[in-house]
C-alpha cells in the first residue's frame, strides 16, 4: 500500500533491532534442528555417532558451534523481553530489557567460545 | 525573506500520486525554520500547485504530519536544523495510507480503524442523574490518562511495520484509543472493546517493534497500550467471555 518510495529511516531504533535479531536467531535455530535430530538419531548406532563427534571437533563446527550457543542464547533473551513488555506491562525499564538481553546473548555465547577451545 | 543565512537547503519533494516522483527545489535556510516552514515556501514562492495540509502550526491539530527524511514527523515541530542531511531534505506523504496528491494522504481508512477498534464511549444503564466517581489514583484512570493525548495524527500509523505488512491491521492509534476506551470504568460495554480488537485485524498483530513509541511526537506509548489490550484479551477469553 505504501506507494512512495521512501527509504525506512523509521526502522533505526533499538526495538525494531531486537526485533530483527530475534527473528534471525529463531531461523538459525530452526535451520540447525535437523542436523541436532540427525545426530541424535546417530547415537544409535555407534560407528557412525563416532563418525559424526569426531566431524565436529573440525573448527570451523566448534565455531558454528558457539554461534548457535549464541543465537540460542539472543532468541531466549529476546524472547524474556517479548514477555517482560507484553505481560509484565514494563515501559521504562525496556531499554534496559533490550541491552541486557543482548549482554546476556553474547555473554553465553563468549563463555561457550572459551570453553570449547 | 528576512536576512537569514546564504546557504540553501536542497529539497526533494514528492509531486504526484502514488505514481508519481520526486521533484527538487531550492529553498533559502533560515535560523530557525521548521520543515512545514520549507514546505510553505515552497508553495507560496516556488511551485503555487504543491498540496500539502496543515491548520495550527503548534503541534495541536496533527494535520502536517509528512515522511522527512524516511521517517514520519509532525512538520510544524520538526526544526530543519534537526533533520537536514548535509543540507539535504527530503519530504514524502505519511506511508502505509492512499496518497490522493503531493503530501496529502487519504485518512479515510485510518480513521475508519478508530471506529473498528471500538474507540469510543458507550453508556451504561445507570441513571443519567448519578455522576460516576473515577478517582484520579485508580488504575484503569492512569492507564486512560497515559494514552488519551493522541493529536490523531497518523504518524505511528505511518511508522507501524505490522501496517505495511498487513492492510487491514487496526494499527498503534486506533488500538490506544481502543485502550483509553476499555480503561473507562464508566463505559457500559468494556468487553465489547475487547471483542472488535481481538479481531483477526486486531491487537494480537503487534509484534512489539515500538517505532510507533519511537516516533510519536506527543511521546505516547501505542506498544504499551497494545500490550495492555493483550493481557486483557488473554484473561477475558480465558474467562470465557469473549
Keep these: 500500500m505504501s506507494a512512495v518510495g521512501v527509504t525506512r529511516a523509521s526502522r533505526a531504533h533499538a526495538g525494531f533491532v531486537a526485533a530483527i535479531i530475534h527473528r534471525l536467531s529463531g531461523l538459525a535455530l530452526a535451520v540447525f534442528l535437523p542436523l541436532h535430530f540427525l545426530s541424535l538419531g546417530l547415537a544409535f548406532e555407534q560407528e557412525a555417532f563416532e563418525g559424526f563427534i569426531a566431524w565436529s571437533n573440525n573448527p570451523l563446527v566448534k565455531l558454528s558451534e558457539a554461534l548457535l550457543v549464541a543465537a540460542l542464547a539472543v532468541h531466549f533473551a529476546g524472547g524474556v523481553r517479548l514477555l517482560a513488555i507484553e505481560f509484565f506491562g514494563l515501559t521504562r525499564a525496556q531499554a534496559v530489557w533490550i541491552a541486557c538481553s543482548f549482554a546476556f546473548g553474547v555473554g553465553g555465547g563468549v563463555l561457550f567460545l572459551l570453553r570449547a577451545f | ?242
Design chain 2, 1 to 242: 525573506m528576512s536576512a537569514g543565512t546564504n546557504n540553501a537547503l536542497q529539497v526533494k519533494v514528492w509531486r504526484g500520486d502514488a505514481d508519481g516522483a520526486y521533484e527538487s527545489y531550492e529553498v533559502p535556510q533560515q535560523e530557525n525554520q521548521t520543515v512545514l516552514d520549507v514546505v510553505t515556501y515552497i508553495q507560496r514562492h516556488l511551485d503555487a500547485a504543491l498540496a500539502y495540509r496543515f491548520a495550527c502550526r503548534v503541534g495541536v491539530c496533527g494535520s502536517c504530519a509528512m515522511t522527512v527524511n524516511g521517517r514520519p514527523r509532525w512538520t510544524c515541530r520538526t526544526h530543519v536544523s534537526r533533520v537536514a542531511q548535509n543540507g539535504t531534505l527530503e519530504i514524502a506523504p505519511l506511508q502505509n495510507l492512499p496518497v490522493i496528491r503531493d503530501l496529502v494522504t487519504d485518512m479515510t481508512p485510518f480513521f475508519e480503524k478508530w471506529q473498528e477498534a471500538r474507540g469510543r464511549f458507550v453508556p451504561g444503564e445507570g441513571p443519567r442523574d448519578t455522576l460516576a466517581q473515577v478517582p484520579p489514583e485508580q488504575t484503569e484512570r492512569a492507564a486512560a490518562s497515559a494514552a488519551i493525548e493522541c493529536i490523531n495524527c497518523g504518524v505511528c500509523y505511518s511508522a507501524c511495520d505490522v501496517v505495511a505488512w498487513r492492510e487491514d491491521y487496526l494499527g498503534p492509534a486506533a488500538l490506544n484509543r481502543a485502550w483509553a476506551a476499555y480503561n473507562d470504568v464508566r463505559d457500559g460495554d468494556r468487553t465489547g472493546v475487547l471483542k472488535a480488537v481481538s479481531a483477526a485485524s486486531g491487537c494480537n498483530n503487534c509484534h512489539t517493534h515500538q517505532s510507533c513509541a519511537e516516533h510519536c511526537p506527543v511521546t505516547l506509548n501505542p506498544t504499551f497500550s497494545i500490550a495492555g489490550l493483550k493481557r486483557a484479551t488473554l484473561k477475558a477469553s480465558l474467562k470465557g467471555e469473549l
